[in-house]
Nanobody, 121 residues
């Protein structure tokens, strides 16, 4: 069994900062990409926020560039999202995702349960 557990969400005023964490646990052989997605109120689907490979290469959605920073600690199987200069439109449920192999080369995508981020104006 593999679990992803997010933490760090909450309520913050516009212009403030939050740091999200997501720890993977269980029978893990290796983790490739890890990332953060979000689903806004009324949003039809989750959108990519940022992703990071096991080697540290990163990719951000355009609206998050310069404000959000993704990082990871491979020894702890943990990915982080530092969010600065938050805006009310960043209000969403943020989900962690990871491509994990439990044995051998086959990878599967796992998701966390989501953490609520609310930015007040």
């Amino acid at each position: 069994q593999v679990q992803l557990v997010e933490s760090g969400g909450g309520l913050v005023q516009a212009g403030g900062s939050l740091r999200l964490s997501c720890a993977a646990s269980g029978s893990i052989f290796s983790i490739n990409a890890m990332g953060w997605y979000r689903q806004t109120p009324g949003g039809k689907q989750r959108e990519l926020v940022a992703e990071i490979t096991s080697g540290g290469s990163t990719n951000y959605a355009d609206s998050m560039k310069g404000r959000f920073t993704i990082s990871r600690d491979n020894a702890k199987n943990t990915v982080y999202l530092q969010m600065n200069s938050l805006k009310p439109e960043d209000t969403a449920v943020y989900y962690c995702a990871a491509d994990i192999s439990v044995a051998g080369p086959d990878e599967y995508s796992y998701w966390g349960q989501g953490t609520q981020v609310t930015v007040s104006s």
